[in-house]
């Protein structure tokens, strides 16, 4: 796992990346959500066919809210030897 931060007077950025392969991640979401506490952030996920976070894109788009932030998009893409989700979620009541 790596974390980066990006300290910046308007805004900061955080980057948690990690390729520690799970058939779920909300708990490990939760739980760097609420070290950070973001007023939004984005999850990406790319896993293969074997892998297995191969079924993560159906728990992210049944996870609609995470605690106190709200997806706000969802995006999948399929390659040949891959799958990407993407999803946005925003602290509420935005």
Not at 3 to 22: G, L, M, R
Request: aromatic share 14%.
């Amino acid at each position: 796992m790596t974390i980066h931060i990006t300290p910046e007077p308007d805004f900061s950025y955080v980057s948690f990346e990690s390729n520690v392969a799970s058939s779920s991640y909300g708990d490990l979401i939760a739980r760097v959500i609420d070290t950070f506490q973001p007023g939004k952030f984005i999850v990406t996920v790319f896993a293969n066919k074997t892998s297995p976070a191969a079924n993560v894109s159906r728990e992210l788009e049944h996870l609609g809210t995470i605690d106190q932030w709200k997806r706000r998009d969802i995006q999948f893409s399929r390659f040949p030897t891959y799958d990407l989700t993407y999803a946005q979620y925003c602290k509420y009541p935005s």
